[in-house]
């Protein structure tokens, strides 16, 4: 099966741009996860679809980030406008819905590096 | 709240050896407990959890994690290192009575000598 896949790999933006990056979970999975690891620390969470919709988006750091997934397939992640503190690798993952708390693991794409100048 | 800590920024080991990586654990309720690693310029890739019944578990490239409940820890070890397995190791907890919600902590670099 085709793994989670992300566009683009790097992007590099002036602080005031916009980036907008897109994220294609594996086929059939309901669960979309948006994840951002700044140089050396952990792996911090965004948000969380189920299908089109927003399960949890407790991560989002503000206003500045707006998630969308359509029509349950593919997700993007904008960021308007962009700031310095805003660099870092944003990861997709995917994983099936089994039921209850679900025990599936995460399924990785290999990341977008963003970076901010 | 969930949290996850990995005390060691990095661990270097001889090839051949015994490694552990830890990590320690938070979570109100039941842990789901998983690695990762990640090579570089790649995803995370799946190695091993814990859900629920024995205390050890095995995963791919012969990796092993011993959950330990008194403790909060789960342990990623192996018994003999190869120089391939030098990458990054996430350790990462989601609480399994409520929520889908992963938490990983900061990652181990583990670097095996020849």
């Known amino acids: 099966e085709a793994g989670v896949t992300q566009f683009p790999s790097h992007s590099v933006i002036e602080k005031g741009q916009t980036v907008t990056l897109r994220c294609d979970p594996i086929?059939?999975?309901?669960?979309l996860y948006w994840y951002r690891r700044v140089m050396g620390k952990e792996i911090k969470f965004l948000l969380h679809f189920v299908k089109e919709s927003k399960q949890d988006e407790s991560g989002m750091p503000n206003n500045r980030f707006l998630a969308e997934r359509t029509g349950g397939t593919y997700s993007t992640l904008k960021v308007q406008p962009a700031e310095l503190e805003d660099s870092g690798v944003y990861f997709c993952a995917s994983s099936t819905h089994t039921g209850g708390a679900g025990n599936s693991p995460l399924h990785f794409g290999n990341g977008t590096r963003l970076t901010v100048t | 709240a969930q949290s996850v800590a990995q005390p060691e920024d990095q661990v270097n080991v001889a090839e051949g050896n015994p490694l552990t990586v830890k990590c320690t654990y938070s979570v109100s309720g039941n842990p789901y407990l998983f690695w990762y690693v990640q090579y570089p310029n790649r995803g995370l890739q799946f190695l091993l959890k814990y859900i629920t019944g024995d205390n050890l578990v095995k995963g791919s490239y012969g990796f092993e994690a011993e959950f330990n409940k008194s403790q909060t820890s789960f342990h990623l070890k192996k018994p003999s290192a190869l120089v391939s397995d030098s990458a990054l190791y996430f350790c990462?907890?989601?609480?399994?009575?409520?929520?889908?919600?992963?938490?990983f902590g900061a990652g181990t670099r583990l670097f095996v000598k020849a």
């Open positions: 990462a907890v989601r609480d399994g009575t409520g929520g889908f919600k992963t938490i």
């Open positions: 086929s059939g999975h309901d669960n």
